[in-house]
């Protein structure tokens, strides 16, 4: 019997252990045996609870985590067959989870990967990670954790990557860290954190990958970081770093990718650059302060690839770089190089042997002699060429039409003489284009019409001639055209104003001889920001059609020889912010519409011919902002335009009732000079109340400002930039502002805080944050302080709204919430604005403002000393996930594209999904996961805020059902809509005009 039963224990082994390899080799087995096949409880019940803290899981890829499978075999994990099938593996990786990571991932003691990367978990980083002293390798980047990182993370001494970049994690670099001996790619990229780089991380002897950048981390590179021999990647870029590079930072031979761009650092570069870096491909060093020159060791560097060097204050010649053949990229815009002679640029034919080159970028330096015809030999691969701002001269040779592939071409701000060449008309794909501020002459040339997805042209302040090519009109893409200051003549040709339909941010023809009428067909322009016209010799009446531009803010017709009345249709014209009438022939009465122009602030009718009473409203009541002089019939206004009084006509008044108002209006005098005299007491108060108040704001100060914000106090910080820091503030008349602090050691904050200016000052829409004033002053240390006040917005962002904030308790238990009504408000709002938004902001009553926003789309005039690439804290920025698919292939700001960033939007604002949420990879996109769900699946991609408002009351829908069914038809509509909107054809892509009227519809219905 003893024998038979050790036989029965043996077979039962036998069989058990068939059973284990059966249930590892099937993921399909689903019996009951497979629940008692062993593992430990803790892992078991420590998965579950990491289940229950994934709150969203749109794929159900936790739905095999149940009691029916075996948690070896459960979506993600991976055990060990040698420690009692312990859990070894959580790898759940871009599969678009939500919510937060448990603590109890710390009973998970032989973890040794744990891959959570490309999810959208919030929430802190568990201190009990530091439990797992087998973890290996933690990869937690791309989510949107938040906290600090845990310091007992340093427990994990066996981890070897450790990659928690692209979240929302603040605080400092715990030196702890330092004690992982074993890490070699170590990756803090792209998030919040602030303080010093401990120099015990130069202790990480291992280290191969080391990425601290973008963060806020200041102070000095520690020389420790000396010690990381084995590094290859090092990037400290987009920081607040200062100093020097420590010299021995060069003895670290093995550095493939080097990157310090976008910080404070000085001091020049070794002279033995190549010998240093041998592997050298990438060198990224632009936005600093470097001084002295390029090392002519670099023209050794065989394997380099990108070089950037940009805003610095490198000074000598660039040195041969004939053996650099895997060069693509090639800046070094603004900087002190060359020396204004013939053979600055010799290094430009060097280049004839990268095939791969596809940026070559030296503008705004000292560059001289003549245009490098060697440009014309370089690979067809070239898609940008930017040599503007320089002491070039002579004439631009034949050549361009080689260049096929190139999308931009700045030689602006040059000595460049001569006609442009008309074999530029052979660069098909050319999107920008540059030429103003030279001395070029000639005719236009008409071969410019081929350049059908040109998008910005400017050939203003040179000295061309002749008419303007017809042809022109065939750039259907064209958005911003600028002709002015030069000879140009003859009429204003119809067939221009009928092909650019697309121009929507400027035609400025302004100073040129032009003659005739302005064409009627400039009505057809509706979407245009700003026409400028001055200063030419065109007469006749304006034609009513003008009042269809109802886009403008700009209207600048000063200067010409137009007459007869303003045309009542100019009413339309309800934005316009910046109106120029003078120095005409105009004349009749001062349109009265004008007073209901809240938005304009600058008013110039001087020297013209009209006449009567001036209106005492609106604009009419800031003598400042409005001007009339020369109009020698006119009367009244306000008593600083110091016009005669308007006489009163007796007409046909009989002597009776002339003798019975004299003697009622002599009863009556005593009187009404009594109340008369009170009521001119209380407004004078009044407005020297409202004066002094006014006056106090646009005096604003440094000390103003730093009470406001109790000394820019961080509790008192809203957000961080490049180009500095916005604050929170109450001035001293108890009203909440923001203030925008601009980072006056940032290479360009200067000028980027004159073009902010330049455009703010001409912007007022109902849909942008109010700017308040400026403050252009010093502090108490004698340094440049700049900074911009705007108004405040008490409901913060449409993001936080959309995408609820999870960085306190108080917030998750109470998440913001937009209706669907509300959500189709704001959408129908944000129609009539540039789609191409930053930040939108709510105020109280949940309406949407932009508080950041395409610059060249406001500019009152063009900046043409700021760089196409200067970088601007307002400037042209195609959001990522938002902008337009041909943006990317170089074409610039169009409509077409503004038609694909809002239907985007409206597509993120219904889904709750962000256009960069990780789980839009491998060719999947917002777009498609909207357009693959339709019609059946609208409730399995609406937002859950959104569905939880089904039970509203849609006409007649008595039932829950019914209900449920009416709101997802209307989801349906308004998805059908986001898709028709964001086609990757931008031809193809719906009319705005038809949006509107259809998102109109739907709210209709909704609400009865």
């Not at 936005?287 to 060791?297: H, K, L, R, V």
């Not at 009749?588 to 001036?614: C, K, T």
């Not at 997802?968 to 059908?976: A, M, P, Q, V």
Request: hydrophobic fraction near 40%; include cysteine; aromatic fraction near 8%.
């Amino acid at each position: 019997m003893r024998f038979l039963s050790v036989k029965f224990v043996l077979i039962y082994s036998v069989l058990n252990t068939i059973l284990i390899l059966c249930s590892s080799s099937s993921m399909q087995l689903n019996h009951p045996l497979t629940t008692r096949l062993g593992g430990n409880e803790t892992d078991r019940l420590a998965l579950l609870a990491i289940k229950a803290q994934i709150k969203h899981d749109p794929n159900q890829v936790t739905s095999s985590w149940n009691e029916s499978l075996h948690f070896c075999l459960w979506h993600g994990i991976t055990c060990s067959q040698r420690h009692r099938q312990r859990v070894t593996k959580l790898e759940l990786r871009s599969l678009a989870l939500g919510g937060s990571i448990s603590p109890h991932i710390g009973n998970l003691s032989f973890l040794r990967v744990l891959n959570l990367e490309n999810n959208s978990f919030t929430h802190q980083i568990p201190p009990q990670i530091g439990h797992l002293n087998r973890l290996q390798v933690l990869l937690l980047k791309e989510n949107s954790l938040t906290g600090t990182i845990p310091a007992n993370i340093s427990n994990c001494f066996k981890l070897i990557t450790l990659h928690l970049g692209e979240n929302n994690l603040v605080g400092k670099i715990s030196p702890k860290l330092s004690s992982l001996s074993k890490l070699q790619i170590f990756s803090l990229q792209y998030n919040n954190l602030t303080g010093e780089i401990p120099p015990s991380l130069g202790n990480l002897s291992s280290m191969e990958k080391f990425g601290l950048g973008p963060n806020y981390l200041e102070g000095s590179i520690p020389s420790s970081l000396c010690q990381l021999k084995k590094v290859t990647f090092f990037s400290l870029a987009v920081n607040r770093l200062s100093g020097i590079i420590p010299s021995c930072i060069y003895n670290l031979s093995g550095i493939v990718v080097f990157q310090v761009l976008l910080n404070q650092i000085q001091g020049s570069l070794p002279s033995n650059l190549n010998h240093a870096f041998p592997n050298l491909q990438d060198f990224a060093i632009s936005n600093n302060q470097f001084t002295g020159a390029i090392p002519s060791s670099i023209s050794n560097a065989t394997n380099l690839v990108n070089f950037q060097c940009a805003y610095n204050k490198l000074t000598g010649n660039v040195p041969n770089l004939r053996n650099l053949h895997n060069l693509v990229l090639f800046n070094v815009d603004f900087n002190n190089l060359g020396s204004g002679k013939l053979g600055d640029m010799s290094f430009v034919s060097d280049l004839i042997n990268a095939t791969r080159l596809a940026r070559l970028e030296y503008g705004y330096n000292k560059f001289g002699g003549t245009f490098p015809t060697s440009i014309f030999n370089l690979s067809t691969n070239l898609k940008t060429l930017v040599i503007g701002g320089n002491y070039l001269h002579g004439s631009i040779p034949t050549g361009l039409g080689n260049l096929v592939n190139l999308l931009v071409l700045s030689l602006e701000e040059n000595n460049f003489i001569g006609s442009i060449p008309a074999d530029i008309g052979k660069v098909l794909r050319l999107g920008l284009a540059f030429f103003y501020s030279n001395k070029l002459s000639g005719s236009i040339p008409s071969s410019l019409g081929n350049l059908t997805m040109l998008n910005s042209l400017y050939l203003d302040e040179n000295n061309l001639n002749g008419s303007i090519p017809s042809s022109l009109g065939e750039c259907h893409g064209l958005q911003d055209l600028d002709l002015s200051e030069n000879s140009l003549e003859g009429k204003i040709p119809q067939q221009l104003l009928n092909g650019l339909l697309s121009l929507s941010i400027s035609l400025n023809l302004s100073t040129n001889q032009f003659t005739g009428s302005l064409p009627v067909e400039i009505g057809k322009l509706k979407a245009l920001g700003k026409l400028d016209i001055s200063n030419n010799m065109l007469s006749g009446e304006l034609p009513s059609s003008l009042g269809s531009c109802q886009s403008l803010e700009v209207l600048h017709l000063q200067g010409n020889f137009f007459n007869g009345f303003i045309p009542s249709s100019m009413k339309e014209l309800r934005g316009i912010q910046d109106l120029d009438l003078s120095r005409n022939n105009f004349s009749g009465d001062i349109p009265q519409f004008f007073e209901g122009f809240r938005n304009l602030e600058n008013l110039n009718l001087s020297f013209n011919q009209f006449w009567g009473a001036v209106p005492i409203d609106g604009v009419f009541k800031n003598a400042s902002a409005t001007s009339v002089a020369g109009n020698t019939r006119l009367c009244g206004g306000i008593a600083n335009f110091r016009l005669p009084v308007c006489k009163s006509h007796g007409g046909g008044l009989s002597r009776e009732m002339k003798l019975m108002i004299s003697l009622v209006s002599g009863f009556t005098l005593l009187g009404l000079a009594m109340v008369l005299s009170f009521f001119l007491l209380c407004k004078k108060m009044k407005e020297t109340k409202l004066s002094t108040l006014e006056n106090s704001i646009l005096q604003v100060s440094y000390a103003t400002l730093l009470k406001a914000t109790d000394g820019f106090s961080s509790s008192n910080l809203i957000g961080v930039g490049a180009f500095g820091s916005v604050y929170k503030g109450i001035l001293v008349d108890d009203r909440v502002v923001a203030v925008k602090v601009l980072n006056m050691l940032h290479q360009g904050a200067s000028k980027s805080f004159m073009a902010e200016c330049k455009a703010l000052r001409n912007i007022r829409h109902r849909n942008l944050v109010k700017i308040l004033t400026v403050c252009s002053s010093n502090d108490f240390s004698g340094n440049d302080f700049r900074a911009l006040v705007y108004e405040f917005m008490d409901n913060g962002s449409l993001d936080e709204w959309l995408h609820p904030s999870t960085r306190n308790e108080e917030v998750i238990e109470a998440p913001k919430s937009l209706s669907l009504v509300q959500r189709l408000n704001i959408a129908i709002e944000f129609i009539v604005i540039s789609s191409q938004v930053i930040n939108v902001l709510l105020d109280n009553d949940l309406t949407g403002h932009v508080s950041d926003f395409g610059l060249s789309r406001f500019l009152s005039e063009p900046t043409n000393n700021v760089s196409i690439n200067q970088s601007s804290s307002i400037g042209i920025k195609g959001s990522v996930g938002y902008a337009a698919p041909e943006y990317g292939m170089g074409s610039g700001v169009s409509t077409y594209g503004d038609v694909y960033s809002f239907g985007i939007l409206l597509l993120e604002m219904f889904t709750g999904k962000r256009p960069t949420d990780p789980m839009f990879s491998d060719g999947l996109n917002l777009h498609y996961f909207v357009k693959t769900a339709l019609p059946e699946g609208v409730a399995d991609i609406a937002d859950l805020l959104v569905l939880q408002g089904r039970n509203i009351n849609v006409e007649e829908a008595h039932t829950q059902s019914m209900r449920e069914q009416k709101i997802d038809g209307y989801l349906t509509s308004i998805f059908e809509i986001g898709i028709a909107c964001s086609v990757e054809s931008p031809t193809n892509r719906k009319d705005i005009s038809d949006v509107a009227s259809e998102l109109h519809t739907i709210r209709g219905n909704l609400l009865g």
